[in-house]
């Protein structure tokens, strides 16, 4: 297989960038690999893959589409690479490249990273999640966390918030949320509008984008009846009912098959007396 592809996601803002050296699905739920929360993405809307040394993309019959500089890409029919492919998915500038430059390898944790720092970009420069100290002489005080980090710690010291590695109090990274860590104690997810004590005092983290990108579940898959000869369907317990939408047996058919009863036991009593 070929080392890979690089892909450029554009937004409003800088481009995201990742190397894929595997199969992938582009798409709004957040189960997919590559992320992307926007209404105007299919839950799962492209693929992305290698076949015989060879990158494809395939549009896997998204609501709103995909095209490409000549037109409308269709879906289901994979479109080679090359050595650099654009598409265009409504607001949103994919670029698929050969070529490989100095970017971050592509693993699942870092698809929450590419949906916040896409999201944020559409949103403007109030995308981003902050705390604020509620109280005390730090009231109103706030500060920003980029999405880059990874951990960082938090502290109030006279009238302003600021980070600080002698703290311990830690925002982390959660998918592509945020955790507090408070000294030993594990980590847990921040939602935004809650408030926490902070040596003290009462702070509120605050995350505009949290709606956005509240994940959505996959695509629901139609269940296959069985046909398998051996499947002699659900087992009822003692007192459960066996009645079925649509194969209940009909009135008459219950009245024929108890005439027919009767006629057997009326000829067998016949013989035998």
């Known amino acids: 297989m070929s080392k890979g592809v690089t892909l450029s996601i554009r937004g409003a803002g800088a481009a995201v960038q990742v190397h894929l050296d595997r199969d992938v699905i582009v798409g709004r739920a957040s189960t997919s690999d590559v992320w992307l929360p926007f209404d105007f993405v299919s839950a799962r809307h492209l693929r992305v893959f290698a076949e015989n040394g060879q990158w494809f993309v395939e549009d896997l019959g998204s609501t709103n589409g995909t095209r490409s500089s000549a037109g409308p890409i269709t879906p289901h029919s994979p479109i080679s690479i090359g050595s650099k492919l654009e598409l265009i998915i409504q607001d949103l500038e994919l670029e698929f490249s050969r070529s490989v430059p100095e970017v971050v390898a592509f693993t699942l944790g870092l698809s929450g990273s590419i949906a916040r720092q896409l999201a944020a970009n ?8 902050f705390i604020e100290a509620m109280d005390g002489p730090a009231a109103g005080a706030r500060i920003e966390l980029q999405d880059g980090l990874e951990g960082v710690g938090i502290r109030i010291r ?3 918030l600021e980070f600080s590695d002698d703290s311990e109090h830690f925002v982390v990274r959660d998918g592509e949320g945020f955790g507090l860590k408070v000294g030993e104690k594990p980590a847990r997810r921040l939602r935004s509008g809650e408030r926490f004590d902070l040596a003290g005092s009462d702070v509120a983290f605050f995350d505009p984008l949290e709606a956005q990108l509240s ?59």
Request: glycine content about 10%; proline content about 13%; charged content about 15%.
């Open 122 to 129: 559409m949103a403007g420069p109030t995308g981003y999640a």
């Open 158 to 160: 006279g009238a302003t």
């Open 215 to 273: 994940p959505i579940p996959e695509p629901e898959v139609e269940p296959v009846e069985s046909h398998d000869p051996q499947d002699t369907g659900p087992n009822f317990q003692d007192g459960e009912s066996s009645d079925v939408p649509g194969k209940k047996i009909p009135l008459a058919a219950l009245m024929v098959l108890a005439a027919v009863v009767g006629v057997a036991v009326l000829i067998l009593s016949l013989f035998l007396v």
